[in-house]
């Protein structure tokens, strides 16, 4: 598996780049942030963009969506109840994505789950078929944006957060 996890934007947002080692195929996950950095890291891991997906609609995690996707030339995927959300005007999805949906990067199959709450649209992405965790007690990759955090959960004070959503998604 290819996997990079970069600390982007002024709040420290969580950007990840997945993806498979036999096909080079990636993905970029909450690019929020430091659009020169994730691009030098893609092209040091000779990764192979195939989309940007989105955990939800805030500011810290989009806000460098566009320079990713111009400069790839990738489809950009989320959660129609994202659009919008968050405090300035995002790009239309090229894919929108619900509950079940699957990702496919190379042989790794990435399934969507929808997880309110924390903002209109969140979604976790969720992959068992990764090597490294097969046949561990780990058994896969969870992406949760911000549902959970180490020790903690995502905060549901924000505009169309909703508190008992958030723990429903947590169970």
Known sequence: MIFKKLIVGALGTNCYIFGSNKTKEIVVIDPGGNAETIIKSIEELKGKPIAVLLTHGHFDHT???????RHFQIPLMYNKRAYNSGTYKQKEADRWLVEGDIITIGEIKLHTLETPGHSPGSLCF???????????????????GDLIFKGS???????GGDQNLLFESIR
């Open 63 to 69: 806000t460098k969506v566009g320079k990713i996707l």
């Open 153 to 159: 959960i995502g905060r549901s004070d924000f505009q």
């Open 126 to 144: 969720y992959s068992s078929d990764v090597d490294e965790f097969k046949g561990n007690e780990i058994g896969g990759i969870l992406f949760t």
